[in-house]
T-cell receptor, first 114, second 112 residues
Framework: DADVTQTPRNRITKTGKRIMLECSQTKGHDRMYWYRQDPGLGLRLIYYSFDVKDINKGEISDGYSVSRQAQAKFSLSLESAIPNQTALYFC?????????????FGPGTRLLVL | QKEVEQNSGPLSVPEGAIASLNCTYSDRGSQSFFWYRQYSGKSPELIMFIYSNGDKEDGRFTAQLNKASQYVSLLIRDSQPSDSATYLCAVNNDGATNKLIFGTGTLLAVQP
């Protein structure tokens, strides 16, 4: 079984709808992240969480919210989806470490907002 | 100036050749540097990281770091068609959080 899983893998929704993307991990890592990837813009950090009670905004958090339900689960919500939120979304995890702390990525969720 | 810059490519090399991928960064205080490989439609997977000046080798891959010039490179020896992918450079410039800043990636195409 994969260490980091994301559901759904693909989602089509309409403008204005609220949707939730879910991430689960069995790596036992405390730190979890949500990124979006757009062609030509690379990976951009939306939110990150260093433990269940520690949630922080990334560089592009507007229009998104998150919930860390447990050490192993981190969900991303789009409160009212808009077409420019169409992107590939990745969850990642890492274990607290020094400068070489490494992030491991889930398989991604492809989201299309019509 | 972008924090982490990569040439988008595509970089085309013949099978068996050495592919050289480059990345520059703007924050001189950056501590560590990561190379990820991403196949089309798939998630990034770690190839290797480097944090000391000089070279670090892992199989066919060599990472090179030059902090004075603020660049890091990835060499792939004996390139194979299966190496065709986008290579992402990521930089840790925040010692308090160890967050990563990603470049936009370089597309490598290895021609059989």
């Amino acid at each position: 079984d994969a260490d980091v899983t994301q559901t759904p893998r693909n989602r089509i929704t309409k403008t204005g709808k609220r949707i939730m993307l879910e991430c689960s991990q069995t790596k036992g890592h405390d730190r979890m992240y949500w990124y979006r990837q757009d062609p030509g813009l690379g990976l951009r950090l939306i939110y990150y969480s260093f433990d269940v009670k520690d949630i922080n905004k990334g560089e592009i958090s507007d229009g998104y919210s998150v919930s860390r339900q447990a050490q192993a689960k981190f969900s991303l919500s789009l409160e009212s989806a808009i077409p420019n939120q169409t992107a590939l979304y990745f969850c990642a995890t890492s274990e607290l470490g020094g400068a070489t702390e490494t992030q491991y990525f889930g398989p991604g969720t492809r989201l299309l907002v019509l | 100036q972008k924090e982490v810059e990569q040439n988008s490519g595509p970089l085309s090399v013949p099978e068996g050749a050495i592919a050289s991928l480059n990345c520059t960064y703007s924050d001189r205080g950056s501590q560590s540097f990561f190379w990820y490989r991403q196949y089309s439609g798939k998630s990034p997977e770690l190839i290797m990281f480097i944090y000391s000046n000089g070279d670090k080798e892992d199989g066919r891959f060599t990472a090179q770091l030059n902090k004075a010039s603020q660049y890091v490179s990835l060499l792939i020896r004996d390139s194979q068609p299966s190496d065709s992918a986008t290579y992402l450079c990521a930089v840790n410039n925040d010692g308090a959080t160890n967050k990563l800043i990603f470049g936009t990636g370089t597309l490598l195409a290895v021609q059989p």
